[in-house]
């Protein structure tokens, strides 16, 4: 049943499709059933080297995957570096907060020489295939306006070197800062697609570092006041004809997937090996009974509430 449609048991269709860091991980997703890849992590084609790729090193690895999923959506996250990541030829000053620091879409834009390399071998790979590209870390409006003037420079440019390149490219944003939340349905003006980055907007609503065993137990993105904001987000995409993706960590647990379905989540993407289980949950629930529960827990006080509440309602 994994290559089946995650269709609620009344009716009701979701896309659940994989996160994945290289080539290799989407050809495993495709066997797990994958519906496309909602995350293609871009940073394996700059770890691991004495030297910044070229162009065409990233044309290649962009094409190889495209071809891989075939017709299949493939939302490609612009380089993310910085935070837990570290590239030395880049020449990263070293930083007290590096999570809060110098990162992702804030360096690219601050390189953009740099930054038009990666977005013009993904103009050129985007040809014959369903690419949408997605901006990280973005928290205010301004940059969402730089990096698409960049990316609109970059096809420029590809044009002008003699390359085909498609009409139009689905452009969105990764929503992990609760700035965007608030500001979401300004922000939906902008953008093609909201994808919910849950890893880091749990760390930054709750103040708890995702990688410090200290505080680990209090980032929990069951938590209500997470869950709150996926809402939100949702209902400002939907008001604006936008579809709205989790790609972090929630849209594969368990205990999550009913009360994501019940906020109206249209796309579910997490690690290739979780996808049979994911569609399994799915199809067990009623697009009505995932929306009660989504409205009770959003009103619990914890995670622990959360979760119990969902192993305690009866389908």
């Given at each position: 049943m994994a290559h089946e449609p995650a269709t609620t048991a009344d009716g009701y269709t979701v896309e659940v499709v994989a996160n994945v860091g290289n080539p290799e991980e989407a050809e495993k997703a495709l066997c797990y059933g994958g519906e496309g890849v909602g995350l293609f992590r871009t940073e394996f084609i700059f770890l691991d080297r004495q030297t910044e790729p070229s162009e065409e090193e990233q044309y290649a690895a962009y094409r190889n995957l495209l071809e891989i999923m075939e017709n299949r959506p493939v939302v490609v996250r612009t380089l993310d570096i910085g935070g837990d990541k570290d590239i030395p030829y880049l020449d990263l000053e070293k930083e007290e907060n590096p999570f809060l620091g110098w990162r992702a879409v804030r360096m690219?834009?601050?390189r953009p020489e740099f930054f038009k390399k990666q977005l013009r071998a993904l103009w050129r790979a985007g040809l014959g295939h369903d690419l949408r590209i997605m901006f990280p870390m973005i928290a205010t409006l301004d940059e969402v306006h730089k990096a698409k003037s960049i990316l609109m420079e970059a096809?420029?440019?590809?044009?002008?070197?003699?390359?085909?390149?498609?009409?139009?490219?689905?452009?969105?944003?990764m929503v992990e800062v609760p700035s965007v939340v608030v500001l979401a349905e300004q922000f939906a003006r902008y953008v093609d697609f909201f994808s919910i980055g849950t890893n880091d907007l749990t760390?930054?609503?709750?103040?708890?570092?995702?990688?410090n065993p200290k505080v680990a137990h209090l980032g929990d993105?069951?938590?209500?006041s997470v869950l709150r904001q996926i809402k939100t987000v949702i209902e400002a995409g939907h008001a604006?004809?936008?579809?709205?993706g989790v790609c972090g960590e929630l849209a594969g647990d368990p205990e999550a997937i009913p009360v994501l379905l019940g906020l109206g989540l249209d796309e579910f993407s997490m690690a290739p090996r979780a996808i049979p289980h994911a569609k399994a949950i799915i199809r067990r629930w009623t697009k009505k009974q995932a929306?009660?529960?989504a409205k009770?827990?959003?009103?619990?006080?914890?995670?622990?509430?959360?979760?119990?509440?969902?192993r305690n309602y009866h389908i």
């Open positions: 690219c834009l601050d096809r420029d440019e590809v044009i002008q070197a003699g390359y085909t390149v498609v009409d139009k490219i689905q452009v969105g944003i760390q930054y609503t709750l103040a708890a570092e995702r990688t993105a069951c938590h209500p604006a004809g936008l579809w709205v929306a009660d529960l009770q827990v959003l009103t619990l006080e914890s995670a622990e509430q959360v979760r119990l509440a969902v």
